[in-house]
């Protein structure tokens, strides 16, 4: 569940993605795992869909980080997050997602699919993206002691 006002509009990177509709100083949550918002599927739910909603599960939804066998789909703005290597947020923890840089109103909010799908195709993934050493290459410690809310 998106924690933060956001507005889906076109974006340069692909299709639409989500913009910040205030500022977001960097180390605030944006995103929080909320099974109100945000539906899990089992993996067998998912195969037995038809094939066009199977599709829409492979563009939108993605791995649970920690109950195997399950799928995400997030209902609001947040699954309209594009990918990028160079990322605006950071998702390595299945909680919470967090700015790790100041975000301007209009500011697209990207993150690395890698982080939290290690499925993800689409792009290359760097060597970097899949050693545990990335989830602590932050700024200042930005993110650590992150929690959130509801």
Request: proline share 7%; net charge negative.
């Amino acid at each position: 569940m998106m924690l933060v006002a956001t507005s889906v509009r076109a974006s340069a990177i692909e299709g639409v993605g989500v913009f910040a509709v205030d500022f977001i100083p960097a180390g605030t949550p944006i995103w929080a795992l909320d099974e109100r918002f945000d539906k899990v599927f089992t993996e067998e739910e998912v195969a037995s869909f038809p094939k066009n909603v199977q599709d829409y599960f492979t563009r939108y939804g993605y791995p649970h980080m920690e109950r195997e066998g399950f799928v995400v789909l997030e209902l609001d703005n947040g699954r309209f997050m594009n990918h990028s290597m160079t990322p605006n947020t950071d998702f390595t923890r299945p909680d919470v997602g967090y700015t790790i840089a100041d975000i301007h109103p209009g500011d697209e909010l990207i993150c690395n699919y890698f982080e939290f799908d290690r499925t993800f195709q689409g792009f290359e993934a760097p060597a970097i993206a899949v050693e545990p050493a990335y989830a602590v290459q932050k700024p200042n410690g930005v993110g650590s002691g992150i929690s959130a809310s509801l």
